[in-house]
């Protein structure tokens, strides 16, 4: 494995990574502003790094990681879960507020973006299964998203998501089917 770059929002985040991982190279994207010159460093960091996306759970972070994955060819994943996010007062969300324990979780859990997906995922399946266009769609998408640790989703993210992450049909069902008992 190559040496690793994780990228997050904020120097909040940014200091709480060092805390934890202090040898680790950070770099932030100044929250959603991120500029051309940071994007250029890590076009060029991604030729001899593992560039790892690290991003706030909230809109924003889904912004810059969508930004930044058009933009880098070997980027990996790593997602926390909006409840475990919360600052203590409930008014701010970000890595930072996450335990020492969640973080660690979410890193070893990251995902690789698969540039060749053979996913069979469909639009038509995720409506079959009741993930779209259903009353509770968003709650099974909500478990099935936790579960796969692929981050919060909406049924257009979803898709997308599971066609880069190279998931099949059938891991979906198998997540729901535990779910459900």
Do not use: C, W
């Amino acid at each position: 494995m190559k040496n690793q770059v994780i990228v997050v929002e904020g120097r909040n985040d940014a200091s709480r990574l060092k805390q934890i991982f202090p040898q680790t190279t950070i770099i932030t994207t100044n929250g959603s502003a991120i500029d051309e010159n940071s994007i250029e460093i890590l076009i060029e960091l991604d030729k001899t790094h593992d560039i790892i996306l690290f991003l706030d759970p909230d809109h924003a972070g889904e912004r810059i990681r969508r930004l930044l994955s058009k933009k880098i060819n070997h980027v990996h994943h790593a997602f926390l879960d909006q409840e475990k996010a919360y600052s203590k007062n409930k008014k701010k969300i970000g890595i930072e507020h996450a335990t020492d324990e969640d973080i660690i979780k979410a890193l070893s859990e990251m995902k690789i973006v698969a540039h060749e997906s053979n996913s069979d995922i469909t639009h038509t399946f995720l409506y079959e299964i009741k993930l779209k266009g259903h009353k509770d769609s968003k709650n099974l998408r909500h478990i099935l998203s936790t579960k796969m640790k692929i981050g919060y989703v909406n049924g257009k993210t979803l898709y997308q998501r599971l066609k880069t992450f190279n998931i099949m049909k059938q891991e979906v069902i198998e997540v729901l089917r535990e779910s459900s008992s």
